[in-house]
């Protein structure tokens, strides 16, 4: 995972998606990292081929563009469901500072097309993901979820 990540993982994680050969697409982290602090992204896109096609788009405007298509309402809801599931893993009894924010630690808005193309693949309900997905012509089929590890 450090290869893929381009690091070490600073916490916790589990690989949800892969590619049909078993390759990891995309891990599932844990809110909160090893040394306590929190992780507003609970989808992290690990794959290589992806991410560097996203980051593509984001360059080329891809984040100014989603935010101009995606509803206003549609997207403020992915954000709350999103948060939703993260914090609903933060342990009983946590008092330390906990995670924020929606999509990749966003509270409105888009902020970066890879947490929403995570989560979208992972089986999220997230507009920003499906109109990322579409505009990279990326075929879902490519990819399956694996809770298992779960």
């Not at 206003?72 to 342990?91: F, G, K, M, V």
């Not at 500072?97 to 890879?114: A, E, I, N």
Request: aromatic residues 6%.
């Amino acid at each position: 995972m450090a290869r893929l990540l381009g690091r070490s993982p600073a916490g916790e994680f589990t690989v949800v998606v892969r590619r049909h050969d078993g390759t990891p697409a995309v891990i599932e982290n844990e809110p909160l990292l090893d040394d306590g602090r929190p992780m507003p992204t609970l989808f992290w896109l690990v794959d290589a081929e992806v991410r560097d096609a996203v980051s593509r788009l984001e360059a080329a405007g891809g984040v100014r563009r989603a935010e101009a298509v995606a509803d206003r309402d549609t997207l403020a809801a992915a954000h709350a469901r999103y948060a939703a599931a993260r914090d609903r893993r933060i342990p009983a009894g946590h008092s330390g500072p906990r995670p924020s924010g929606g999509v990749g630690g966003t509270r409105q808005g888009v902020k970066c097309l890879h947490a929403h193309v995570a989560w979208y693949l992972a089986g999220g309900d997230d507009p920003v993901g499906r109109w990322t997905v579409g505009e990279l012509g990326l075929d879902v089929s490519e990819f399956v979820i694996d809770r298992t590890d779960s």
